[in-house]
Antibody
Framework: QVQLQQWGAGLLKPSETLSLTCAVY????????WNWIRQTPGEGLEWIGK???????KYNPSLKSRVTISLDRSNNRFSLKLTSVTAADTAVYYC????????????WGQGTQVTVSS | QSALTQEASVSGTVGQKVTLSCTGN????????VGWYQQISHGAPKTVMI??SLPSGIPDRFSGSKSGTTASLTISGLHPEDEADYYC???????????FGTGTKVTVL
């Protein structure tokens, strides 16, 4: 049974880079797609992007210019970097797995509140 | 990008059956499986349905179905612990993103 545990800095200043990591426990890193999703009270849930064990990545076009999702295969982890953050990037960020390219998510990480404030 | 439409709220008494709907179009629900996610008190979402399949550990009072571009989640016999926000999601091949619904708040009276 795959479990995801995530961590990263929770308070950023405008223009800084958001950096979060998600570790995969209890299952294979291969054969699945590893996603990042964020949630705000105003905008709801928004998919950020995904990667797989080959390093394939796909990003939300609305964030593509600022997002990088990368793998650390040796430690079964994947990471999110979002550059040039603004207050609009304040959200709870979740990592989540999907067993196929366009398949629903299961499971989810516990979430990380990220606040952007000067 | 809330491309999926859900009821704002649904309520029922303990033991009652309730059905939540999620409406999209042929670019998303009409083509791809729908995920349903339960979020209790702003905690992390928990997957309760993938298409019409129950993830491990989810009670069988939850069931899923789809007709055309509308997916449904049925809770057959509400329990107090089912009170939560429920979101649906599907891949959208036109937008090239996963799209989500705005969520349905389920209240157990």
């Amino acid at each position: 049974q795959v479990q995801l545990q995530q961590w990263g800095a929770g308070l950023l200043k405008p223009s800084e880079t958001l950096s979060l990591t998600c570790a995969v426990y209890g299952g294979s890193f291969s054969g699945s797609y590893w996603n990042w999703i964020r949630q705000t009270p105003g905008e709801g849930l928004e998919w950020i992007g995904k990667t797989d064990q080959s390093g394939f990545t796909k990003y939300n076009p609305s964030l593509k210019s600022r997002v990088t999702i990368s793998l650390d295969r040796s430690n079964n982890r994947f990471s999110l970097k979002l550059t040039s953050v603004t207050a609009a990037d304040t959200a709870v960020y979740y990592c989540a797995s999907a067993t196929d390219l366009r398949w629903p998510f299961d499971p989810w990480g516990q979430g990380t509140q990220v606040t952007v404030s000067s | 990008q809330s491309a999926l439409t859900q009821e704002a709220s649904v309520s029922g008494t303990v033991g009652q059956k309730v059905t939540l709907s999620c409406t999209g179009n042929n670019n998303n629900i009409g083509t791809y499986p729908v995920g349903w996610y339960q979020q209790i008190s702003h905690g992390a979402p928990k997957t309760v349905m993938i298409g019409n399949s129950l993830p491990s550990g989810i009670p069988d009072r939850f069931s899923g179905s789809k007709s055309g571009t509308t997916a449904s989640l049925t809770i057959s016999g509400l329990h107090p612990e089912d009170e939560a926000d429920y979101y649906c999601s599907s891949w959208d091949y036109s937008l090239n993103v996963y799209v989500f619904g705005t969520g349905t708040k389920v209240t157990v009276l």
